[in-house]
Antibody
Framework: EVQLVESGGGLVKPGGSLRLSCAAS????????MNWVRQAPGKGLEWVSS????????YYADSVKGRFTISRDNAKKSLSLQMNNLRAEDTALYYC?????????????WGQGTLVTVSS | DIQMTQSPSSLSASVGDRVTISCRAS??????LNWYQQKPGKPPKLLIF???SLQSGVPSRFSASGSGTDFTLTITSLQPEDSATYYC?????????FGQGTKLEIK
């Protein structure tokens, strides 16, 4: 069974940093692209970042480019999102999502999410 | 960047009804269109991929069609558990945005 478990969320002040993690199990982690998708309270889904299976291709939404860094450790089956210079508008539930075999952008499996709150 | 526009933003229907949700892409995306269902407090769930392919385990009352820029999700014989927000999303190229969502309420 595919499982994705996010952690690392919490309350942080504007300008602060936070590192999210996603622990994967139940599939060959090194074979799939991985993604972060967020959802602000009461709002829709916003794709944040993607990383290919070998970390050779990385993409960011314009809203986080230059502030967030996605990375993965295939040996540890772990995905990370380093978030710096956080803003109030980054407040959201952050989901880890696995790409499909046929498309990096098809989000087949999702974690339960970890909540990030940016507030003074 | 490709923009995704869904309509309506919300709708209300009764058990047994047939409902249709539309999604339009700002550029041609062939059949690289996916639909997700999200219930309150839960992560999204993939319903349909590649415009019309039903994800394993999804009830057959869900169907979808379209290609190019215009797509539709249809739910026939609506059930109480179909109350949710539905999102379309393009997977043609980065960035892969979602539509703004359609909230479906069961009367």
């Amino acid at each position: 069974e595919v499982q994705l478990v996010e952690s690392g969320g919490g309350l942080v002040k504007p300008g602060g940093s936070l590192r999210l993690s996603c622990a994967a199990s139940g599939f060959s982690f090194s074979s799939y692209s991985m993604n972060w998708v967020r959802q602000a309270p009461g709002k829709g889904l916003e794709w944040v970042s993607s990383i290919s299976s070998s970390s050779g291709s990385i993409y960011y939404a314009d809203s986080v480019k230059g502030r967030f860094t996605i990375s993965r450790d295939n040996a540890k089956k772990s995905l990370s999102l380093q978030m710096n210079n956080l803003r109030a508008e980054d407040t959201a539930l952050y989901y880890c999502a696995r790409g499909s075999y046929s498309s990096s952008w098809l989000f087949e499996y999702w974690g339960q999410g970890t909540l990030v709150t940016v507030s003074s | 960047d490709i923009q995704m526009t869904q309509s309506p933003s919300s709708l209300s229907a009764s058990v047994g009804d047939r409902v249709t949700i539309s999604c339009r892409a700002s550029q041609i995306i062939a059949s690289h269109l996916n639909w997700y269902q999200q219930k309150p407090g839960k992560p999204p769930k993939l319903l349909i991929f590649a415009a019309s392919s039903l994800q394993s385990g999804v009830p057959s009352r869900f169907s979808a069609s379209g290609s190019g820029t215009d797509f539709t999700l249809t739910i026939t014989s609506l059930q109480p558990e179909d109350s949710a927000t539905y999102y379309c999303q393009q997977s043609y190229r980065a960035p892969p945005p979602f539509g703004q969502g359609t909230k479906l309420e069961i009367k």
